[in-house]
């Protein structure tokens, strides 16, 4: 077997696995000084030259020219009268190089020697490979589907790179094949029993962040910042924005033209709603803002134990609240308050508290927490509705609502 044959298949590994020049010449010359030294004990007389480009690696060693009788290592030493066969013009102290051809190694040595080289390499791309994504972390890369599992789908990247993204950082709703090309951001990179483990997410909030700035050249340029963003992935999602520009609307630069830019963030979040807002330092209309659509009749906020009241008129709860509770769960992550909705009670209305010695606190608390703060707001609801929303049995519903009737036929 001589050099080019074994070199080339490298050259060629170099190549698809895109490891630079330098690199590879290193790595090459590091494994075969190695088995130079297994081979003759030490690799101090030899040359090992390298040409990746053509593939092609020559050893030569350098021995002096001694008298005969006087060699005390081969390796490092030819004698007189050897020396005169090979070339007579040699006298005694010059030095001789000869190249050493890989069949003088032996066949298992050569073996030996591949196998490393091929290790040291694999060992090297994902070195690479780790310090590649580790740059990457919170930037969005593509990637096809290769293989769908129940707890992970696997994904390959342009290079064939194996990335994963779990269960847990996967939208809802997201139903992958193999094949699809598939969107997400990169959250993480580990070194597992030295393997390279990159981790993919879209739930992350930083995942609808980077989409925004694709999106959005305004957002991309700096003109317009994301400042806050809550989101329940594949349900709904609000974004505080803020320009320096005063020329700029920032919710309308988002939204786009009839929503075209808003539209491609919300495809592709498989039908996410994205609630846009405009961000403010002031509290008070930051809170305001964020339980759009809601319109607030007033507030009250407790700045030290970060609270705050809001008040609305009857037709207004619902909307401040949300289907499921989702409106006001994201204006709470979104302004970082706990906010606790209040109906405004009309004149023949009476609050929930006041029936503390009829019905259970409980009770009160559970009802209170989807809207229902008044009598007469319990009253608007069915039985079913009542039990259904507030997670109450239907006799304990019938109950209440035969109790806060009894208050107005007084």
């Not at 020559?58 to 060699?71: K, P, Q």
């Not at 020396?83 to 007579?88: C, E, T, Y």
């Not at 959250?187 to 962040?209: D, G, H, Y």
């Amino acid at each position: 077997m001589d050099n080019l044959n074994l070199i080339s298949n490298f050259a060629e590994f170099k190549e698809l696995k895109n490891i630079d020049k330098s690199t590879m010449i290193g790595v090459l010359e590091d494994v075969f000084r190695h088995a130079l030294q297994k081979q003759y004990e030490t690799d101090e007389n030899f040359d090992v030259i390298i040409n990746p480009e053509k593939g092609d690696l020559e050893i030569w060693r350098t021995r002096t020219v001694v008298e005969d009788g006087a060699v005390e290592n081969p390796n490092m030493q030819i004698s007189e009268s050897e020396m005169k066969q090979i070339d007579a013009s040699y006298e005694v102290g010059d030095e001789y190089v000869d190249e050493i051809r890989l069949a003088s190694f032996g066949r298992r040595m050569v073996l030996s020697l591949r196998q490393n080289l091929a290790s040291r390499i694999l060992d090297l791309e994902k070195a690479n490979l780790f310090e590649k994504y580790k740059e990457k972390v919170g930037e969005i890369i593509s990637g096809e589907v290769y293989q769908v599992w129940k707890k992970e789908v696997l994904i390959l990247d342009d290079d064939e790179n194996e990335l994963l993204l779990p269960k847990s950082e996967q939208i809802p709703n997201d139903f992958y094949r193999k094949g699809d090309t598939i969107k997400a951001i990169v959250k993480s990179v580990e070194m597992n029993n030295n393997q390279p483990r990159i981790i993919l997410s879209r739930t992350a909030n930083k995942f609808l962040e980077r989409l925004f700035e694709q999106e959005v050249p305004e957002i991309f340029d700096g003109l317009i910042t994301i400042k806050q963003i809550a989101r329940i992935p594949g349900e709904r999602a609000k974004v505080a924005v803020e320009s320096y520009d005063e020329r700029i609307d920032p919710v309308g630069a988002c939204v786009g033209m009839k929503g075209s830019r808003i539209y491609t963030i919300v495809k592709e979040l498989r039908n996410e709603n994205i609630d846009v807002v405009n961000y403010t330092a002031n509290t008070q209309l930051m809170i305001q803002r964020s339980l759009n659509p809601a319109k607030i009749s007033s507030i009250t906020i407790d700045e030290e134990r970060k609270t705050a009241s809001v008040y609305l008129k009857p037709d207004q709860v619902s909307l401040a609240i949300g289907k499921g509770g989702l409106n006001i769960r994201l204006s709470k992550m979104l302004t970082g308050y706990d906010i606790d909705v209040y109906r405004e009670i009309e004149e023949e209305d009476v609050a929930l508290t006041e029936f503390a010695d009829e019905i259970d606190g409980w009770i009160i608390d559970a009802l209170k927490a989807v809207g229902c703060d008044t009598a007469k707001s319990v009253l608007e609801l069915s039985v079913e509705e009542i039990a259904t929303r507030a997670d109450l049995e239907l006799e304990t519903a019938q109950k209440v609502v035969e109790i806060l009737k009894a208050e107005f036929e007084e």
